[in-house]
């Protein structure tokens, strides 16, 4: 009788063939071992959901010649992982077979939007499931054949058959009553030994009609599913080694965090840290299932250790970024102002189901940080009636996260010392405990980054 554990890769982790070796001996050392077995859930390969993307824009904008073009690129892309996986021709074969109905199915849906002249949410949660279903086919014939030895089984599971969501297409939400039910017989193979892979990110309403759940969403679809499945633990692996105090790819003395908090990982995440999925960690540790976040290309490596407490955490855990956000500044109309105009602006807020990244009002001014430029524009229709707004973009949002911030004194001082040279247009603090957030023009990030992370981390 084997204990499950959800193992989920990202894009990167599969992004060709001797990513999706090392995955494969990643399930071997690290999720199949006496009395545990796993549940492998894996995304696109690492720009797949890009692509498919353009393919129904360039579908849109009748440029139907190129989102051909464009499938078969990504029809020879998976061709030639499964080639370089160097299988046995008959399970090769078997492969190609099946991805070839997944091209041939994306093909239908470019000429649907040719004749419809419209991509619905619904068309366009169909195009997007080709990404996550290719990278398990791959995996599985090819983690089948590795295991055979072993006489181990493994099983593809569709996770359209189990993960069942709302009809919100594009932006689903999953249904955990239904997938636990649902679950319960891929459990009863697991348990008596058997490995089972799937995908993130996508799931299917009960009348069986494709749904995704949101960009990066298969940190999230590993959650629900071990939460369904009552794991004993979830590992996300990914392209570095846990939770770091601050992107890497930004600040190269960045370094992982052994242990984080599930608040500062989930703050972290909500400020734009893209290693884990926003929604991912809350469900998990009400549940009580420990989350690890390890590198798939170092497996040997420690990772993060998420805890349902701060005890045992340091007390700033990292710095979050995010590029590329608005500003909205509404002024009131009236003379003496706010309190209707507040009304107003969230009304228009919760309407349009936005929640700004940070708040600051004054007796007769409100600003917002908004997540996206579309964000700004639904804003701006909404309030333009009743308001004077001012907007500007090509800002980004920069927040120290950590349980210690809001009892330490001296924090806030450090922090605006490191951009002193910086022009500091909204700061907000307060609101949750464990962040200061600050934005600054777009192209001050790096610099600005630097500085605070040398003040936090490595002074
Ligand atoms: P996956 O495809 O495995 O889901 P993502 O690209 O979504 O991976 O997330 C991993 C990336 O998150 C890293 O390559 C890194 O650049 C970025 N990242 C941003 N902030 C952090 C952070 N604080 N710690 C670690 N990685 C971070
Ligand atoms: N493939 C999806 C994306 O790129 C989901 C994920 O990777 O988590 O958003
Ligand atoms: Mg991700």
Same mark, same amino acid.
């Given at each position: 009788m084997s204990q499950i554990v959800v193992q989920k890769f990202? $894009?990167?982790?599969?992004?060709?063939?001797?990513?999706? @070796? @090392?995955?494969? =001996?990643?399930?071997?050392?690290? $999720?199949?071992? @006496?009395?545990?077995r796993p549940l492998v859930v894996l995304s696109a390969c690492s720009g797949v959901t890009n692509s498919l993307i353009r393919i129904g824009e360039l579908a849109m904008l009748k440029k139907f010649d190129e989102a051909h073009k464009t499938i078969t690129e990504l029809d020879q892309r998976h061709y030639n992982i499964v080639h370089d996986l160097k299988l046995s021709l008959r399970v090769e074969q078997e492969a190609a077979l099946e991805l070839r109905f997944i091209w041939r199915e994306l093909r239908t849906l470019v000429r649907g939007i040719e004749l419809l002249g419209e991509l619905t949410p619904k068309m366009k949660d169909k195009l997007l499931s080709a990404g996550e279903r290719a990278s398990t086919t791959i995996f599985a014939h090819a983690l089948r054949e590795h295991l055979s030895k072993k006489s181990i089984a493994v099983h593809y599971c569709d996770a359209r058959d189990f993960f069942i969501t709302d009809s919100a297409f594009t932006l689903a939400r999953p249904q955990i009553g239904e997938i636990t039910k649902r679950m319960k017989a891929h459990a009863k193979k697991m348990i008596g030994g058997a490995v089972c892979i799937t995908q993130g990110f996508i799931g299917a309403t009960k009348r069986g009609e494709t749904t995704t759940i949101g960009r990066g969403g298969s940190d999230f679809s590993a959650a629900i599913m071990g939460i369904a499945i009552a794991a004993k633990e979830i590992q996300i692996w990914t392209d570095v080694a846990g939770i770091y105090t601050c992107d890497p790819r930004l600040v190269s003395e960045a370094y992982a965090q052994p242990v984080v908090s599930?608040?500062? #990982?989930? %703050?972290?995440?909500?400020? &734009? #840290?893209?290693? +884990?999925?926003? =929604? %991912?960690? &809350?469900?998990?540790? =009400? #549940? &009580?299932?420990?989350? @690890?976040? /390890?590198?798939?290309?170092?497996?040997? +490596?420690?990772?993060?250790?998420? /805890?349902?407490?701060?005890?045992g955490t340091s007390g700033i855990t990292g710095i979050a970024i995010k590029r590329n956000i608005a500003l909205l500044k509404i002024c009131s109309t009236e003379l003496v102002p706010v309190a209707t105009s507040l009304a107003m602006i969230f009304d228009a807020l919760s309407e349009h189901k936005i929640i700004p990244l940070a708040t600051s009002l004054s007796f007769d001014n409100a600003i917002f940080a908004l997540d996206s430029a579309e964000e700004l524009s639904k804003l701006q229709s909404a309030l333009r009636d009743y308001t004077n707004l001012t907007s500007k973009q090509g800002r980004a949002l920069i927040t120290l996260v950590g349980h210690g911030l809001e009892y330490s004194a001296g924090v806030a001082a450090r922090l605006f010392s490191a951009v002193k040279k910086n022009n500091c247009e909204m700061v907000s603090f307060g609101g949750s405990g464990n962040a200061i957030s600050l934005v600054i023009p777009d192209d001050e990030i790096e610099s600005a980054v630097r500085r605070i992370h040398k003040e936090f981390f490595t002074s």
């Open positions: 990202g $894009g990167t982790s599969v992004q060709d063939a001797p990513a999706m @070796r @090392r995955v494969m =001996e990643i399930v071997k050392q690290h $999720g199949i071992k @006496r009395g545990i599930f608040v500062d #990982a989930s %703050t972290m995440a909500f400020f &734009g #840290a893209k290693v +884990l999925h926003p =929604e %991912t960690i &809350g469900p998990a540790v =009400e #549940a &009580g299932i420990p989350v @690890r976040v /390890l590198s798939s290309k170092q497996p040997t +490596l420690k990772g993060t250790t998420i /805890l349902t407490s701060s005890e």
